[in-house]
Structures are given as structure tokens and as C-alpha cells.
């Protein structure tokens, strides 16, 4: 049975009963949303690219304005409750997408392995990965740079590595 006294927030709360800075800490740091989306006009399906928007730090993969995203990026989406159930494009391994499903955190989430490297070397962040930012390609270009991995989980994210189950 599970011990709610002690059992981490994101297995007893609901994403509307986290308050803020659970909230914040439940973001993975993956940037696998801050990669550049196409939406076909016919089927109106999202395809991942792999540009990153122009205010994300490639190597951190983290927003280089957070504070201020939303008045200098016009599409970057908010992340509520409401949008979260909403949009049908967040990433599988995403945390937010995973607590929504009652799905538990994958060993490599800072709040499970306490390192906020284990994103990266799971090979769940979007380092090493991004072809360009958006403001370095021309727009007709975007086309080319369609991939399918963000909506995947990579090989070894899935399992924890014997180190990490050596450490608890
Ligand atoms: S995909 Fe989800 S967990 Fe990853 S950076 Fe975006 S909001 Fe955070
Ligand atoms: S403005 Fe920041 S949070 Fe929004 S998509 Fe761009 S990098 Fe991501």
C-alpha cells in the first residue's frame, strides 16, 4: 500500500493540486517542446523538427528568457492543467504529459535520481541534437528538418543503468 506521508508529490497530487514550485520542478529539462513544430494544413498533424526556438540554450536546453517567454516567443504555449490535457504533441517522456496519465517519473527525472545531468545522459534531452535555432534557417528550409525522435523514447531511457540501481 502505498504510503502517502511519504510518497513523492507527483504519485499523490494531481497536476491542479501542485502548487508552484512543484509545479516548477516537475519540468525535466528535456527541451523536447522548445523544437520547432509544423502543422500540416490538410490533417492539421504535428511534426517535431529538429530547430530549436530561438530562445533556447542548446546545451542547457532550458529557456534563456523563462520569465519572459511568452512576450517574446507569441506561440510559446504555457503549460497549465488545461493545456497539458489539451495538446496532443507533448513528448512521451515528458513529466507533465506522464503524471496527467498517472504514469510514474522514468529513473533519469532529477526528482528520482537527484542529478539534473540524467536527463542528458539518458539521452532524453534535446543536447547534441539541434540542428539550428529558428532565426538561423530560412523558413522554406524547415521542411527538411522534420524528425521523429522527439516523440520517442531513446534506447536506455526506458531502464535504469546498474549504477544508478546501485544507488537506490
Ligand atoms: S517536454 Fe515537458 S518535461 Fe520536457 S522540457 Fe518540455 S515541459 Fe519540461
Ligand atoms: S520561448 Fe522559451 S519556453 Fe517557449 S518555446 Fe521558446 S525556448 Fe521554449
Redesign the pocket.
Known sequence: MADTDTAPFWRTKSLEEMDSSEWES?????????LVKLQDEDTEAIAYTDIGCKLLDEFG?RCRDYPNRQAQIEDCVR?TPETVRAIDW??P?????LVEEGRDLYWWHHLVSGDRDTVHAAGVSVRGKVAALEDELPLEDFVDHMVRWPLRLPRGAMQRPAAQRRKG
Open positions: 516537475l519540468c525535466d529539462g528535456c527541451g523536447r517542446c522548445c536546453c503549460l507533448l513528448p517522456s515528458c513529466a507533465y504529459r
